[in-house]
């Protein structure tokens, strides 16, 4: 018996020596961590006195230079973590220095074709007649452009644009709403109404700089976010057509006004006779996209 517990002993002091140690080196790695140590310093600390193998620090623990990065990843919700950050800006910047001019005005407004697919179900569903057009660009410029454009033709059934006008689908959507929802709704309040016909277009796309101002800005047209109402035709063949109307105390001076005031609902800019000299004839309507959806309604 007396051997037989002396073997014990020299294994266990065997064991136990090596375990130590390994366990005192765990403890500390894990401090680096930021973790508390939870590990027994060694078998005499065994809460039931039974010697375990020595906690083998795991991934999880194990100070990896990716752990040292741990808590950037749980604050990046692209989840790159920190390595990943730092190592961004130049990848990027030699992006854009490959591509010195960069996208064009047209190129960053070009839809997704599954959102272009959408945007064309509704403007059928609205009952828009259009036909799609390859992409424009023009060599005059090379931020004029609209990469999936549709060549309307009937804004809404019974309700032609004479011509056609091309112009990006969100652009028709809009203008077949403000048809449903304003103009038509005012029209039949006018004293002679008659079945309103016809939308007789100014520019629709046109590649220019605005006008009216000093700015050499690129005219919202070029992008196919605008579209110009220069006056409107009804079934008995009689004409309404846009024109500085203030004061006048008729009944066309009320529908243009609600009209006018009515196409901020589904614009972002509305412009017309008053606006400037070169607004007198005709509504300017478009979707320019502004900081904080701000609207320029005149
Ligand atoms: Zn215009």
Redesign the pocket.
């Given at each position: 018996m007396q051997a037989r517990a002396f073997l014990a002993l020299l294994g266990f002091v065997c064991v136990a020596l090596p375990i130590a140690a390994q366990t005192d080196d765990a403890a500390g790695q894990q401090s680096a961590t930021g973790d508390a140590p939870s590990l027994p310093a060694g078998p005499d600390s065994s809460p039931d006195g039974v010697l375990r193998p020595p906690a083998r620090p795991d991934a999880a623990a194990e100070p990896t230079p990716s752990d040292s990065f741990a808590p950037a990843q749980m604050d990046d919700p692209s989840g790159r973590g920190g390595e990943a950050r730092s190592a961004d800006p130049a990848p990027a910047a030699d992006a854009l220095a490959s591509e010195a001019e960069g996208p064009t005005a047209w190129q960053l407004l070009a839809e997704p074709p599954l959102a272009h697919h959408a945007c064309l179900m509704s403007a059928t569903l609205l009952g828009i007649r259009f036909e799609e057009l390859a992409p424009i660009t023009s060599p005059e410029d090379r931020d004029c452009g609209i990469a999936r454009p549709l060549r309307v033709t009937e804004i809404q059934p019974g309700i032609s644009l004479p011509g056609g006008a091309e112009m990006r689908c969100a652009t028709a959507m809009r203008l077949a709403l403000w048809v449903r929802h304003e103009l038509t709704p005012a029209l039949r309040l006018l004293p002679s109404a008659a079945a309103l016909t016809e939308i007789r277009p100014?520019?629709a796309y046109q590649c220019r700089a605005r006008?009216g101002g000093s700015s050499e800005k690129l005219?919202?047209?070029a992008l196919g976010n605008?579209?110009?109402v220069m006056g409107l035709g009804f079934a008995n063949g009689s004409e309404m057509m846009i024109a500085p109307r203030d004061g006048s105390g008729s009944a066309e001076e009320a529908v243009q006004k609600a009209i006018r005031h009515g196409g901020c609902l589904y614009f972002t800019t509305v412009?017309g006779p008053g606006s400037n000299a070169a607004?007198d004839d005709?509504l300017?309507?478009?979707i320019a996209m502004r900081a904080g959806g701000w609207r320029l309604c005149e």
């Open positions: 100014g520019s006008v005219s919202e047209h605008a579209f110009d412009l607004h005709h300017h309507f478009d």
